[in-house]
């Protein structure tokens, strides 16, 4: 009888410190992900105007993964699996186009929080339907509070736009392209491991990059001559890509190896921290340093933020239940 206590009490605590693990991973992850969302939309709106371009970047610096195949990468024998692989890889790369072109068309603190809710509510029906995952009562609230918070500080309404318009359609794309992206990859990681699934299918998002090279902006990366910028204004746009694409990576490690150790859909429903971060930051920005990043802010609009910020915080809470 004791000895059946033990065992019971052991398995509570490593399920208790998985969950402790892949929460701070997550919220880790989408702490450095708010960072990079501004520094992309300083990034397109400065230094890289078009987002195919900016997408190159992205995906040209994944390439070095190829480097990790001789070091302990399981070949898998089933094909089937490499397309799964294909499609995580290649539906994330794609939903960074939409995101970049929806931050391009709008305000990223409209943008960010609407790719926020959507990412997690097409993940939480991908996964119910393809990996059969099931949430208790409290759990389900809390996707669903942390879903609606994103959503409530989505709705614009600006000087330039009033509502719905092209730019959320490109959001809306962006979040059902993450969404199969991520429920793909979490089958890749129960089936081949985190190493393994992480390295196929991150594979093709490098692999992506020979797909833009046909495009003439991105062709036009490699026929630029040098004294076509100035110097320090190219060291300091190509100083500010990279540091963004390593914080990139650095979140998406984070990111993804949280959805490894738990729930594909409880880890997504978290991206809505992601975007109350990066709320605040935007508004910080905004308010102290207007010529990096200006975005202007209604008496409605800061209220309507407040309240997503609120609601978000409440979802966390419903969620360490």
């Known amino acids: 009888m004791t000895v059946k206590l033990l065992d019971i009490s052991y398995w509570i605590l490593i399920r208790n410190l998985k ?64 397309f799964i692989f294909a499609v995580s890889g290649i539906c994330f790369a794609l939903g960074l186009w939409a995101l970049y072109i929806g931050f391009q068309e709008s305000e990223i603190s409209h943008i960010g929080p609407l790719v926020g809710a959507a990412t997690p509510l097409f993940v939480f029906l991908l996964a119910n339907i393809f990996l059969g995952e099931k949430f208790t009562a409290i759990k389900l609230l809390a996707i669903f509070v942390l879903i609606f918070g994103s959503l409530v500080v989505s709705f614009e309404k600006s000087k330039l736009h009033n509502g719905w318009h092209r730019g959320m359609a490109w959001g809306v794309l962006a979040g059902l392209l993450f969404a199969v992206s991520h429920v793909t990859a979490k089958y890749a990681y129960d089936a081949y491991g985190f190493y393994n699934g992480f390295v196929w299918t991150k594979l093709w998002i490098g692999a992506f990059t020979l797909f833009l090279l046909p495009f003439p902006s991105v062709r036009a990366l490699f026929r630029r001559r040098r004294d076509e910028v100035p110097p320090s204004s190219q060291a300091g746009a190509a100083g500010l890509v990279v ?75 419903l969620l360490l239940r």
Do not use: C
């Open 243 to 317: 540091v963004n694409k390593l914080l990139g990576i650095l979140g998406v490690v984070l990111v993804q190896y949280a959805i490894a150790l738990g729930s594909v859909s409880l880890v997504n429903a978290l991206s809505g921290v992601q975007y109350a971060i990066l709320i605040i930051l935007v508004a910080l920005i905004s308010k102290f340093w207007p010529k990096i990043l200006k975005e202007n802010y209604t008496r409605k609009e800061i209220w309507q933020e407040a309240s997503a910020v609120a609601i978000i915080g409440f979802g966390l809470v």
């Open 19 to 82: 969950f402790i693990m892949w929460l701070f991973l997550a919220l880790l992850g989408n702490a450095v992900l708010a960072v990079v969302g501004v520094t992309d939309k300083l990034i397109l709106t400065k230094s890289v105007p078009k987002p195919i371009v900016f997408v190159f970047y992205s995906t040209i610096f994944i390439l070095p993964l190829f480097l990790f195949l001789p070091f302990g990468v399981i070949f898998p024998t089933v094909w089937g699996d490499h």
